[in-house]
């Protein structure tokens, strides 16, 4: 079992939001988490956290996979309400693990 998780950098996503002209309240964040094969071009989904607290945690179950190279993709969709109008905004981080059971 590995725990996934991802820091949220809250004075990157003013500055980005403010770069794309959005502002309002931050009113939902969540960040689901992907595996692929290293050179496969599909993603499977390990799951989705709203903790943020806790870094936005998920538990990976590698047992079930062959050894070898894969690529974890976090999605970070951030839902801003300006007005009456919802915004949300992605963030992607890939990083390449190596799994051996």
């Known amino acids: 079992m590995v725990r996934l998780r991802e820091g949220l950098d809250e004075d990157l996503l003013h500055k980005e939001l403010e770069e794309l002209g959005i502002s309002g309240a931050v009113v939902k964040i969540v960040n689901p988490w992907y595996f692929r094969k290293k050179g496969s071009g599909s993603w499977i989904k390990i799951g989705e956290s709203q903790d943020m607290e806790e870094n936005f945690p998920v538990r990976w179950d590698t047992s079930g996979l062959e050894n070898g190279s894969y690529e974890i ?3 970070m969709h951030v839902s801003i309400m ?4 919802e915004h949300i905004i992605a963030r992607q981080s890939i990083v390449d693990v190596t799994v051996a059971n």
């Open 73 to 75: 993709l976090g999605l």
């Open 82 to 85: 300006e007005h009456e109008t």
